[in-house]
């Protein structure tokens, strides 16, 4: 059981506009910057969005990254095939006192 | 640019205890802010964090898993060690180490990962 809550899938058809939801508490994303990874088959995550809604040299401006309250959203628009992975979001939490996971998205795209 | 790679056994058996080695380069444990921390990845499962030790030898770790973990650092070496003890089948993941340039913020760099399977 994750301390983030992630829906398990989503999908999308090329060129369409998905979200991703992320929802937390008061510990964690109410209080804390949220990360967004993108991992693909056999690979180690890499670093989509930070800070809630910055991106990292090299990621297209067609992800990007939201916050309001305890829950945060990762959109990505213009879908494309090699958009298919998987998204986890995270957050450090205070009561924790360590950064915490969502259980993933898995993004098909039909 | 900063790069990251963990090493240690492949398989281990139950109720032993296993070493991982986080070996980085392109920045420095000495330099205020900056972390490095364990994650894991059971196969198929979601991402776990296990471990985190900053420049200033502040380590936290998984409440659920504190009780066998211990994570240390040889700044000399650019190394980062995690031990976990009474390993089980249930641990067995990919494991990742990663770095995080300020407390209370979450990774943005990662190794490559490497697969810990426990069995007799």
């Known amino acids: 059981q994750s301390v983030l809550t992630q829906p398990p899938s989503a999908s999308g058809t090329p060129g369409q506009r998905v979200t991703i939801s992320c929802s937390g508490s008061?510990?964690?994303?109410?209080?804390?910057?949220v990360y967004w990874y993108q991992q693909l088959p056999g690979t180690a995550p890499k670093l989509l969005i930070y800070?809630?809604?910055q991106r990292p040299s090299g990621v297209p401006d067609r992800f990007s990254g939201s916050k309001s309250g305890t829950s945060a959203s990762l959109a990505i628009s213009g879908l494309r095939s090699e958009d298919e992975a998987d998204y986890y979001c995270?957050?450090?939490?205070?009561?924790?006192?360590?950064?915490?996971f969502g259980g993933g998205t898995n993004l098909t795209v039909l | 640019q900063i790069t990251l790679k963990e090493s240690g056994p492949t398989l281990v058996k139950p109720t032993q205890t296993l070493t991982l080695t986080c070996t980085f380069s392109?920045?420095?444990?000495?330099?205020?802010?900056?972390?490095v921390g364990w994650i894991r990845q059971p196969p198929g499962k979601a991402l776990e964090w296990l471990a985190l030790?900053?420049?200033?030898?502040?380590?936290r770790y998984s409440p659920s898993l504190k009780s066998r973990l211990t994570i240390t650092k040889d700044t000399s070496k650019n190394q980062v060690v995690l031990t976990v003890t009474n390993m089980d089948p249930v641990d067995t993941a990919t494991y990742y180490c990663?770095?995080?340039?300020?407390?209370?913020?979450?990774?943005?760099?990662w190794g490559q990962g490497t697969l810990v399977t426990v069995s007799s």
């Open positions: 990663a770095h995080t340039e300020r407390f209370r913020e979450s990774f943005d760099y």
């Open positions: 392109g920045f420095s444990l000495t330099t205020s802010g900056v972390g």
């Open positions: 030790i900053y420049w200033d030898d502040d380590k």
């Open positions: 008061s510990s964690n994303i109410g209080s804390n910057y």
């Open positions: 800070r809630s809604n």
């Open positions: 995270a957050a450090w939490d205070d009561s924790l006192s360590g950064p915490v």
